[in-house]
């Protein structure tokens, strides 16, 4: 564990300092404040509380320090540093959510708009945190028939978009909109069996020129019975990453 501290830190640190001497004592001092943090006794309680109150490296440091979350105040806690924060302090909650859902899943079963936000986080890695933490709730009904219709709306809707989008036209707004139906897709992948609308957005999806999301309708389609139509069309797709499904 601490060996994954330093590392995370010191790329973090490095990806931003990035050789811009007029910031070194910046994050000189923000390293200083990590160690401090990670090297010396604090309580449990003392860390939660850098995660509700602290600056953005004490909210780093202290989310990779904790050894979980104890009820679900401390979850909320948890979540709120997961969107709408800065990327350091989401990419380390993310990098620990995981192993705090899964000890604890119960904690977690009231937060679907976070974690809806979170699936399409502009960082990958918090995108493909977030989605292995949710595999822990996919088995809690109470949990799922909220996150779940909210989950085939947002990706209706933005398949409905993305498949009139002309991808050669390599404009920011229309990668990133693919970039979010790809996670969309990606997370639907494990939630597939509670989507009742499920044909008609893999339809809507499968008509997206960009390969990776016809790959993700494959990854889905793989995973269930029927659909041989869908299924059929897709192994005859142009690119190899679609018809191995």
């Known amino acids: 564990k601490n060996i994954v501290f330093y590392v995370i830190l010191f790329l973090q640190i490095s990806r931003e300092l990035n050789l811009n001497t007029n910031n070194f004592e910046n994050y000189k001092e923000d390293f200083e404040r990590a160690l401090n943090i990670y090297e010396n006794n604090y309580s449990h309680d003392d860390l939660i509380e850098f995660l509700k109150n602290g600056s953005v490296v ?9 050894d979980g979350i104890l009820s679900e105040v401390e979850a909320e806690i ?10 350091k302090i989401r990419e380390a909650v993310s990098f620990r959510l995981k192993e705090f859902v899964s000890k604890n899943p119960e904690f977690f079963l009231n937060f679907c708009d ?25 088995y809690f009904d109470n949990f799922c028939t909220e996150f779940c219709p909210k989950l085939c709306k947002l990706t209706l809707e933005l398949a409905k978009k993305a498949k009139d989008f002309d991808i050669q036209d390599g404009k920011y707004k229309i990668n990133k909109e693919i970039f979010k139906l790809y996670w969309y897709l990606e997370t639907l992948s494990e939630f597939w069996d509670y989507a009742e609308n499920l044909e008609e957005i893999l339809r809507e999806a499968k008509q997206v020129k960009d390969y990776t ?11 269930t019975d029927g659909f041989s139509e869908l299924k059929n069309e ?12």
């Open 58 to 66: 004490e909210r780093q440091t202290a989310v990779l320090k904790l």
């Open 78 to 87: 948890l979540m709120n540093n997961l969107t709408g924060c800065d990327g």
């Open 114 to 138: 976070i974690f809806l936000d979170a699936i399409v986080d502009i960082n990958g890695n918090i995108c493909r945190n977030t989605i292995s933490a949710l595999k822990h709730l996919k």
């Open 213 to 223: 999301i016809r790959e993700k309708v494959a990854k889905i389609l793989s995973k």
């Open 234 to 245: 897709l192994k005859n797709d142009e690119n190899y990453y679609v018809r191995r499904y």
